[in-house]
């Protein structure tokens, strides 16, 4: 069969391939420890299962959902984001339930690029990014994030030539996969950048609401003028365990959250509403809950933060977000020691270098595993250091 050129151009997603990879491993009896994809271990909470359970069994909800999410969820949208950020949107306005967040990065990436268009992408990066500009025919411009630039683009030394195609930058903080928060003075450098240049803003912000000690990320949408030119993705899988629901929200620009309801309506046929009431329960938690969870996410991020700087694969203590970014080992490459430890250990993280070039020297670890585990896993790593 004669595939477009798009699919010949576009890679198998990589946590596809480490799906299928594990599950081998696993099958012939390796105990593998999986500290590869931030996929929340802990459950969703009771309210909200319970909650889902009982809207399946009204028949009324079997039907088709509405395109653009019911009302209620709009509401408790505008009304969980106002709480936590101080900033009231419209509700039918300015925001749009997703099937997910990552659905919204490929059509916020369609409502705004056209082939021969420049896309900002800072590197290292979730590779989204650049598989949703590149099957439109843009071209990634790649934005070096490091630790002397704290993983903060640098705006002011990008050529005017390549400002100048630019339509739109990609923006991820907490970031994934460095876990680098961005300060607020960051935020206004950018927004002022944007108006200036005509370029959209996609704030990817999936990890809004897994934060450290007294760390709480900013919002974009919090800076004044930023709705002019940003939208902001944020999503239930992280914040609320709940990433196999499928629950997500794009929120800011009217213009642009129009534009992809419109792709959304004439691809997909919207949430089902089951998983809006879940959604709806979800948000109306007391923040309390939040912070319970995000203590036990701490103990991990300590133990592993510990762990990989007393074996000399230096990291920072991240702020927020569920992942460690640590050097791997002096003589190794990314992939190999990934690989290595892979298939000496069973024990699988992902290779920096997997996010772009700027992630050689790096493997990123998932603290979605109990603490016995990464105990676990830290003590085979060392063990293959050490050999
Ligand atoms: C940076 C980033 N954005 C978006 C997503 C997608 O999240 P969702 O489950 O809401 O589609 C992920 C998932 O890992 C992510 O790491």
Known sequence: MQLSKLIQNLPPY???????????????????????????????????????????????????????????????????????????????RDILPLLGSKEGL????????????????????????????????AQPYFLQLTEQNGYLPDLEHIPAEIVAKARILWLNYPNNPTAACAPREFFERVVT????????????????????????????????GASDVAVELHSLSKTY??????AGML??????????????????SGMFRPIQYAAIEALHLPPSWIQQRNA?????????AQGCNAMGMSTHSPKAGLYVWAHV???????????????????FVTPGS?????????????????????????????AIIEI
């Not at 036990?296 to 592993?304: E, G, K, P, S, T």
């Open 106 to 137: 490929v059509y916020a990436g369609e409502a705004v690029l056209n082939a021969g268009d420049v896309a900002l992408v800072p590197d290292p990066y979730y590779t989204v990014y650049v598989t949703a500009s590149t099957t439109l025919g």
């Open 14 to 92: 990589h946590f596809a391939d480490a799906k299928r990879k594990i599950a081998e491993r696993k099958a012939a009896g390796v105990d593998v420890i999986n500290l590869s994809m931030g996929d929340p271990d802990l459950p969703a909470p009771t309210a909200v299962v319970e909650c889902l359970c009982t809207a399946m069994q009204d028949v009324e909800n079997h039907r088709y959902p509405e395109y653009g999410g019911m009302r209620a969820l709009h509401e408790a949208i505008a009304a969980w984001f106002e709480q936590r950020f101080a900033v009231r949107l419209t509700p039918e």
């Open 241 to 246: 365990n709940m990433a196999g629901f499928r």
């Open 193 to 224: 950048f944007a108006q200036r240049h005509n370029i959209v803003i996609i704030h990817d912000m999936a990890y809004a609401e897994v934060y450290f000690d007294d760390f709480r990320p900013t919002s974009i949408l919090q800076i004044p």
């Open 354 to 382: 997997n996010f772009g070039a700027a992630g050689e020297g790096y493997i990123r670890i998932s603290i979605t595993t109990p603490e016995a585990r990464i105990v676990t896993a830290l003590e085979r790593m060392k």
């Open 329 to 347: 080992p002096q003589g190794f490459t990314a992939r190999e020691f990934a690989s290595r430890l892979f298939d000496k250990t069973g024990v």
């Open 296 to 304: 036990m996410y701490q103990r991990r991020r300590d133990l592993l």
């Open 251 to 268: 929120l800011g620009n009217h213009e642009l959250v129009d534009a992809v309801g419109r792709i959304k309506s004439n691809v997909d």
